[in-house]
Structures are given as C-alpha cells and as structure tokens.
C-alpha cells in the first residue's frame, strides 16, 4: 500500500512523497517521476504496483516548488484547475498540436491565480526550444529561457 511522507530537502524545504515497499527487504530501489500532471492519482499508485514486485519505490512531488511548461499540450485542458506550485508555461502560436483558442482559454482562466500561472506566446512552432529539430526558433528559445531563469530565481528563493 502506498502512503504519503514529507522529505525534507537540503536546503530545507519539504516536498511530499508517495512511497511504498520496504527498504530493508526491497531488492533495489525505484525512483518515479512524475509526469507533466504532478503527483496525480496514477503516479501516487505507481510505488504500490513497483512494491508488489518486490521493490522500495518513492514517487516525489517534483512540482511543488516550481513548474515549467514548453509547449504543454495538456495545460488548456487544466483551465479550471488551480496550481499547486508557481507555474510558467511557453507555448508556440504556430504550434498546429496545441490549439491557440485552448491556450488563450487557459491564459484567460489563470489570470488571477494564486499561486501565479505565468504564460508566453511566442511566434514560434512546437519545439522551438529544441535546437536538434527543424521547428529550433533560436529567439524565441532564447527569450524563453530568458524567463525561465528569472521566473526560477523568482520562485526559489
């Protein structure tokens, strides 16, 4: 059965944890990452399943701190939802797989978020940030992480 811990950090914050399995029997050790949705109903089972196979299995809350989005295909179906953590999101307008109605909805809907939900348009495709693919748009790679570090400055202190 998975339960919920609190981890504290080095540098003293504390972050939640699902965890499950016993570390004195495990025959190794499993480090679950969470996907783009945070520590979700899914990824808090996942230690549980990884346990039952004989593993000690810890799934920490990689988000609670600060979340960074590019190109998130999901977040315009998060609108109504509200963060657990800062959140910057970076999206392309020609990015033809997330749909620009979706994103303006989900700008819209955050506008008064706490905590806050900061997103960006750039005149870009999907993968812009990635200069291994054809879509590489180097300004707006550059202004992203631009914001990126100062928005992680901002929220780490």
């Not at 307008?93 to 749909?99: G, K, L, S, W």
């Not at 989900?106 to 978020?113: E, L, M, T």
């Not at 940030?129 to 990126?148: V, Y």
Request: one cysteine or more; hydrophobic letters at 45%; charged letters at 25%.
């Amino acid at each position: 059965m998975t339960h919920m811990i609190k981890i504290e950090a080095e540098d003293g914050h504390t972050l939640e944890a699902a965890v499950a399995g016993d570390p004195d029997t495990a025959r190794g050790g499993v480090v679950v990452l969470q996907e783009i949705f945070g520590l979700n109903e899914h990824i808090r089972d996942l230690p549980r399943r990884f346990a039952e196979a004989g593993y000690y299995a810890v799934a920490p809350a990689m988000f609670d701190r600060a979340d960074v989005s590019y190109y998130g295909g999901e977040l315009p179906s998060k609108a109504g939802l509200v963060a657990h953590c800062p959140v910057l999101a970076h999206f392309g307008e020609r990015d033809q797989t997330i749909p620009m109605e979706g994103v303006k909805t989900f700008i819209k809907a955050q506008v008064d978020a706490d905590p806050a939900v900061i997103s960006h348009i750039y005149d870009a495709d999907h993968g812009f940030n990635c200069d291994a693919r054809g879509q590489f748009d180097a300004s707006a790679a550059e202004m992203a992480w631009e914001r990126t570090l100062a928005f992680l400055d901002r929220v780490s202190r």
